[in-house]
T-cell receptor, first 116, second 113 residues
Framework: DQQVKQNSPSLSVQEGRISILNCDYT??????FLWYKKYPAEGPTFLIS?????DKNEDGRFTVFLNKSAKHLSLHIVPSQPGDSAVYFC???????????????FGQGTTLQVKP | ETGVTQSPTHLIKTRGQQVTLRCSSQ?????VSWYQQALGQGPQFIFQ???????GRGNFPPRFSGLQFPNYSSELNVNALELDDSALYLC????????????FGPGTRLLVL
């Protein structure tokens, strides 16, 4: 049972345009969400996170949006750069007070290609 | 600030053997989590260590075990290796107070023949 899903295995965008990566989850106990970027032969790199008390968090070119009622989050990258080409994973964690806090559940990943 | 390091980077073992993977956490972090990433999949949580004790475990059999040391470094041990254990093993560190935000090492690529 996949609790966190990234339904698009790949995405291709032109340099300078917006990249939108999507993620859906099923477990309403998830309270904290993160996005990681992964290059080949490297470990995942933390990008940005959002708590369920917010619906938006911004950090430079990266913005994460959370829609709790739809159990959906998205990562927007504006403007996209060729160096952003990587695999992007969304992850979710149950909230504080849960014995599973910090046990991240990952989606399958979306491969982003930004063309020059 | 030193990031998360893992050793070795690559390892080849045969079925039935045992393996130990090592992880040094990022400075200032006291919690270590281990994940298994199969090809084409997202990382899967194996277990987490805090104060040298296991603090939660994913859906992995007992032949996956671990240790955490007083300096917060950690080991992952896998006994009786199976072909399906071939994967990238990732270690992540965090502070207990912010354990959701985890910083990953480069991983150890294990191949079981």
């Amino acid at each position: 049972d996949q609790q966190v899903k990234q339904n698009s295995p790949s995405l291709s965008v032109q340099e300078g345009r917006i990249s939108i990566l999507n993620c859906d989850y099923t477990n309403s106990m998830f309270d904290y969400f993160l996005w990681y970027k992964k290059y080949p032969a490297e470990g995942p790199t933390f990008l940005i996170s959002i708590s369920s008390i917010k619906d938006k968090n911004e950090d430079g070119r990266f913005t994460v949006f959370l829609n709790k009622s739809a159990k959906h989050l998205s990562l927007h990258i504006v403007p996209s750069q060729p160096g952003d080409s990587a695999v992007y994973f969304c992850a979710a964690s149950p909230g504080r007070g849960s014995s599973n806090t910090g046990k991240l559940i990952f989606g399958q990943g979306t491969t982003l290609q930004v063309k020059p | 600030e030193t990031g998360v390091t893992q050793s070795p980077t690559h390892l080849i073992k045969t079925r039935g053997q045992q393996v130990t993977l090592r992880c040094s956490s990022q400075s200032g972090h006291n919690t270590v989590s281990w994940y298994q990433q199969a090809l084409g999949q997202g990382p899967q949580f194996i277990f987490q260590y805090y104060r040298e004790e296991e603090n939660g475990r994913g859906n992995f059999p007992p032949r996956f075990s671990g240790l955490q040391f007083p300096n917060y470094s950690s080991e992952l041990n896998v006994n009786a290796l199976e072909l399906d254990d071939s994967a990238l093993y990732l270690c992540a560190s965090s502070s207990w107070d912010l354990q959701e935000t985890q910083y990953f090492g480069p991983g150890t690529r294990l191949l079981v023949l």
